[in-house]
């Protein structure tokens, strides 16, 4: 199937069973805002416990918190938000459109890199065993020139970045003849700078009112509650802080659906280490956040790191986590080394004190940061592209089902009474009230037991519990594994242990220590 075709599908089967809906639908939606319906709203929860527990239960100098939304406007000042946190933009004469300058360069590049791996893979196997992929890099003409091209180009593109010369970002449009999307046309207007933080009015005007912002991140939250907690907390370095919360950037180019959008979830942390440890901490975090991805079991292979091209004014050194979306490999996740520059600026514009007294080393120092930063929902539309397959059945029959770690499916059990006769209802309905306590589950009658298996197996439930004739006799069920959709009978005493096993957060968090 091709990669456009196994994206609308994802997008429709995410609308067709509750999972993501575009926000104010009935009114025509609102542009790269989603909502999230009952089924999504359940795995998100789970993406969002697992993280959480990943980081505070198991790591005992991690704690959270939750911090409000607004904040004092000062502090974006501070951060550098209000100056910085821009957007290079440039339009399209003939279509109108308007697109980020950084991001038409980087698709550029990496289209040159597709055709260096598919002249590779090409010769692998023409080759076969012999091949020596090393060697034929370093001397296949056609690769080598490619590569030049793209290292010249890349050369350039990270000068410009880095220099903030918005002249030279679009002169390598041009140069490299890059065209609009929409009307096929390199009509370029001037590259332009944008700032991308939402604000509002707090108070009533005639009070004179305060211009707030909606935050474009929740790490600012940590930063200036970092006195707070370490003193409250007495919390010793290294220690974390963690927070789940919504953030707002108003994205030029909000496309592919949940992947970028104008409101969103962060998973923070800010880890907060001696001077000089910064970079061990940060190649520590790598490894941790790359594990908590690949204990999902979606393939190694579907996940890489990228450094970055620009390190932000704030970083000594950066990566992102990226996954093999069905449109190529998207960050999910960055990892900062952030240095001392958020606390140093936050003493610096409140005035306050924000040393940390080391007793081991008996002197005082700001703290240094390695901060880990993943968005819930570019995490959710990973897992939903990862899980997503379509299996041809012996008589044909396409079935649609969803892969889902058993730990984050919204659904654990399907309660299935075979027929609605002959008291089968009454009992299913006496195992479900026993399971609910633990379990998400759901009740389900309706219709063929084979369709009810689809319905399920579309939601991405790991296990369908059937009530038959025999459960009367013996106290047995059959239940029905999702991936296999192999069936064996258990006894009701052991129904409870079977779903639990693989579906409880403790299987995912079992994997990452
Ligand atoms: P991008 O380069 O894609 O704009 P970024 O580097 O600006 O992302 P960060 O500021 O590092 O992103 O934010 C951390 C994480 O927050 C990202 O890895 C991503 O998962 C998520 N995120 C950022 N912007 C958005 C958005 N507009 N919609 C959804 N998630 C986002």
Known sequence: MAQEDVFRK??????????????SEIYDGLAAVYDYGQ????????????????????????VGIDSAIFMHPTIWKASGHVDAFND???????????YRADVLIEDFL??????????????????????????????????????????????????????NNLVELRQIIVDCEIACPVSGTREWTDV??????????????SDGALKVYLRPETAQGIFVNYSNVQKTGRMRIPFGIAQIGKAFRN??????????????????????????????????WKKIRMKWHQALGFGADNYRFHDHEKLAHYANAATDIEYKMPFGFKEVEGIHSRTDFD????????GKRLQYFDPELNKSYIPYVVETSIGIDRMFLSVIAASYHEETLDKGEIRVVMKLPPALAPVKAAILPLIRKDGLSDKAREIMDKLKFNFACQYDEKDSIGKRYRRQDAIGTPYCVTIDHQTLEDNTVTIRERDSMEQKRVSLDLLEQEISEKTKMEYLLKQLI
């Open 39 to 62: 089924m999504g709203v359940e795995l998100k929860n789970n993406i969002k416990k697992y993280w959480w527990d990943s980081m505070v239960l198991l790591h005992e100098n991690v």
């Open 10 to 23: 994802l997008v429709s089967h995410c609308k067709e069973y509750g999972f993501v809906f575009q926000s």
């Open 110 to 163: 990496a289209k040159i890199d597709d055709k260096v791996d598919k002249e590779v893979e090409k010769a692998a196997k023409r080759f076969g065993d012999k091949f020596d992929e090393a060697m034929y890099r370093e001397t296949n003409p056609r690769v080598l020139e490619n590569i030049e091209k793209r290292n010249e180009i890349h050369e350039r593109f990270s000068k410009a970045l880095n220099d």
């Open 343 to 350: 606390l140093k600026q936050h003493e610096k514009f409140s």
């Open 251 to 284: 994205e030029i180019v909000a496309r592919q659906f949940i992947f970028r959008m104008r409101e969103f979830e962060q998973m923070e942390l800010q880890f907060f280490v001696r001077p000089g440890e910064e970079l061990e901490w940060f190649e520590k």
């Open 88 to 98: 290079p933009l440039i339009d399209n004469k003939d279509s109108k459109k308007r």
């Open 192 to 205: 332009r700078q944008f700032n991308l933080m939402f604000s509002t009015e707090m108070g009533s005007t």
